[in-house]
């Protein structure tokens, strides 16, 4: 008995040394925990306000988005209605009507004439849209001239063939005097001007092959000294020549009014994307050259309109034929001037751009 109870006995000082030993190393390990869980809830707090914060931003871009989508949508809503339905709306867009004209303030989005996937255009409802002006019995209107699908504003339909014929003539003998308004990236300097270029079309070599019309210059830059040689003109090119001012400017963008004294298909929109560097707000065929891709935006014209990059292929092009101004009758001796207000979407952007016009 004797020597059991002496191996279980411990001297006192050995005992409470090993308990204080194992105390300390609990509470180490303890604190270690409590800092590995502090840690870990630190990391799980940072993770989930940076997921916060994502979202936060990726909801402002499709707050930013949607706008952008729904205006896109409506301003191609006259492609898909029935004929009456856009006949009916072509209608009430009519500003100016007398015994030989009728003058739309034509529509964004809309084709004048019709193509390989167009439902809808102008032409094909110039019967349905005479007999709503006059009566059941009305001549089927005549187109005089053509505006780009993109384009808005005036427009001038004849009600017969030989007052279309002769407004026809008009816009080739140069006699009809057209004033464009458009909004572009970039201010043209000079701020008043003239571009004479010829203009031809070709083919762009890339990964999607597209035609587009480019500049035709019958001069260049000697690489020796600088200086403008003539060359050879290219016999498939048109003579072209537009008139322009800048009317404001703001965020990059600038405000012009632009007289086109010739008519080459996209030449308004040639002559500033490649004549003066200015490509015109929302021009996505004419901003770049080697390629089809949504136009770039300088940072505080994204800003401005609250819109991202990767949106910016919902701009619509803003082109507008503000004023027209053409000799009537027979002899020629009524002039008409006839003004379209810009659509909703340029004045917005007006807006938001700060480009004032109240001065014009």
Request: charged share 30%; hydrophobic share 35%; aromatic share 4%.
């Given at each position: ?169 008009l816009f080739k003998t140069r006699q009809v005097e057209k004033?464009y308004w458009a909004i572009s990236v970039g201010s043209p ?172």
């Open positions: 008995m004797a020597a059991l109870s002496g191996r279980l006995w411990r001297r006192p000082g050995e005992a409470l040394g090993r308990t204080a030993a194992g105390a300390v190393r609990a509470q180490e390990l303890a604190e270690r925990l409590r800092a590995k869980r502090s840690e870990e809830e630190e990391e799980k707090k940072k993770k989930k306000k940076q997921q916060q914060q994502q979202q936060q931003q990726q909801q402002q871009q499709e707050v930013a988005a949607e706008p952008a989508r729904r205006r896109a949508r409506e301003l191609a809503a006259l492609q898909r209605v029935h004929p009456n339905v856009l006949a009916k709306a072509l209608r009430q867009r009519a500003v100016y009507q007398d015994e030989e004209v009728v003058v739309l303030n034509k529509p964004y989005g809309l084709p004048v004439h019709g193509g390989p996937g167009v439902k809808n255009c102008i032409a094909d409802v110039l019967p349905i849209l005479a007999k709503m002006l006059v009566n059941m019995k009305a001549e089927p209107l005549h187109l005089c001239h053509r505006l780009d699908k993109e384009t808005t504003g005036v427009m001038v339909l004849a009600r017969n063939k030989e007052a279309a014929d002769r407004i026809r003539l004033i300097d000079p701020a008043e001007g003239i571009v004479e270029i010829p203009m031809v079309e070709r083919e762009v070599q890339s990964h999607q092959p597209h035609f587009k019309m480019t500049l035709a210059p019958n001069y260049r830059m000697s690489p020796e000294d600088g200086k403008v040689l003539k060359i050879r003109k290219n016999r498939n090119a048109e003579s072209a020549v537009t008139q322009y001012r800048v009317l404001a400017s703001s965020s990059a963008c600038s405000l012009l009014e632009l007289q086109p004294i010739t008519g080459v298909k996209h030449q308004l929109r040639v002559h500033l994307a490649y004549g003066l560097g200015c490509p015109i707000l929302g021009d996505h065929k004419y901003s770049h050259w080697s390629k089809l891709a949504p136009q770039k935006l300088p940072e505080i014209t994204l800003k401005r309109l609250k819109l991202q990059q990767s949106k910016s292929r919902h701009l619509p092009l803003h082109l507008h034929a503000y004023r027209l101004s053409l000799p009537l009758g027979t002899s020629g001796s009524k002039r008409i001037d006839l003004v379209c207000e810009p659509p909703s979407f340029f004045h917005r952007t007006l807006r938001k751009l700060e480009l004032d016009i109240a001065k014009e």
